[in-house]
């Protein structure tokens, strides 16, 4: 089986590691001339088990049991055992579908997940900077969860998969798909995040169904008492302590259609108004928190589906996409490549 793989993100450069690994295989990698510019380089690289959608939780658990079981992969992603606090309102999904997930966690990471307070996972009594948030919430707080570096994974993975004799990487710019140069390939995968919408269009594809999303978010000074890595469902705030001992806020833009690869923050007032929410309500949650100045703002885009999971998707013949999940890759790209890689083998051998 020979396939190209186009797109050197974490999601195209994991698959086409994975696929190098089944025997009688031959992949071709194409990541374009650079990629400082994707999703990949500005993810914060948050990764747990426990996700609302179950199609996304069962990909992130079976995630997150690989990263935890193999010490090269930890290495590769440089992993960091933070927690994560997932913040849920009293509107939240009904008690059976929290049973159920609170189950499938157990069952493979055993002991690193409970249901618990506010209080309890960011009380000072824990070394925590304290909450001061609305109390009728619950919290999946998870042990075992943390924080890795997709930008190092990637790069670790494209070193290993160029030193094997069955796949080559090249740096070249990435364009409308060649259908001469497709028949020689029993399958072609695009797996280029944001540019998927406009790439698919300019090769004469059908594009419904795909869409931009900007992701931004700031990093300040803080400390020396930070919180875990969490979520809020009802605001939409999020946050983790960074491996360099600042403190990531961001709240989910309402952006959509947004131009591909990392652009810089500008000030309109939508923009500004995202960051400003962040900050405000981690100052109201957090009393504990303190803040000091900005050390970057972060602004890139990604691609989104409905559900939005990292999928393999049929887009005509040997044509395929592996995007979807809409900043969500790092917490299950793991599990999502090998399935990919697995289904490209059955569907053409």
């Not at 000072?124 to 304290?130: D, F, L, S, V």
């Not at 070193?159 to 072609?188: K, M, T, Y």
Request: aromatic letters at 6%; charged letters at 20%.
């Amino acid at each position: 089986m020979r396939v190209r793989v186009v797109g050197g993100g974490l999601a195209g450069s994991v698959l086409a590691w994975r696929l190098a690994q089944l025997p009688g295989t031959r992949v071709e990698l194409l990541t374009g001339p650079g990629h400082a510019a994707d999703a990949t380089a500005a993810s914060g690289g948050a990764v747990r088990g426990y996700d609302t959608l179950p199609e996304q939780r069962e990909l992130a658990i079976e995630s997150l049991v690989e990263l935890l079981a193999s010490q090269v992969l930890r290495a590769w992603a440089q992993y960091r055992e933070t927690g994560f606090a997932y913040l849920r309102g009293p509107d939240a999904a009904g008690e059976d579908d929290l049973a159920r997930a609170l189950a499938d966690l157990e069952r493979e990471l055993p002991g690193s997940a409970e249901l618990t307070s506010p209080a309890e996972v960011f009380g000072t009594r824990n070394g925590r900077p304290g909450w001061a948030g609305d109390d009728p919430m619950v919290v999946v707080h998870e042990r075992r969860a943390g924080c890795t570096s997709p930008h190092r994974l990637r790069e670790a993975v494209l070193a290993d998969l160029a030193a094997r004799s069955g796949a080559e990487v090249l740096a070249e710019p990435i364009g409308a798909l060649d259908a001469e140069a497709g028949r020689e390939f029993d399958a072609v995968v695009l797996a280029v995040g944001a540019w998927t919408p406009g790439l698919l269009r300019a090769s004469g594809l059908p594009a419904d169904g795909y869409r931009t999303r900007s992701i931004q978010y700031t990093v300040y000074d803080a400390g020396p008492v930070l919180p875990p890595a969490f979520a809020d469902e009802r605001t939409g705030l999020y946050g983790l302590p960074t491996a360099d001992g600042g403190q990531l806020l961001g709240v989910p833009t309402t952006e959509w259609d947004a131009p591909p690869g990392v652009t810089p923050v500008t000030r309109a007032p939508d923009v500004v108004a995202r960051h400003e929410l962040a900050l405000r309500l981690a100052d109201g949650c957090f009393p504990g928190l303190k803040l000091g100045s900005v050390r970057r703002r972060i602004a890139a885009a990604d691609c989104y589906c409905d559900p939005p999971v990292l999928a393999l998707r049929t887009i005509g013949d040997r044509v395929y996409t592996f995007t979807g999940g809409s900043g969500g890759c790092a917490k299950s790209v793991l599990a999502a490549s090998r399935r990919a890689a697995r289904s490209l083998a059955e569907g053409v051998t």
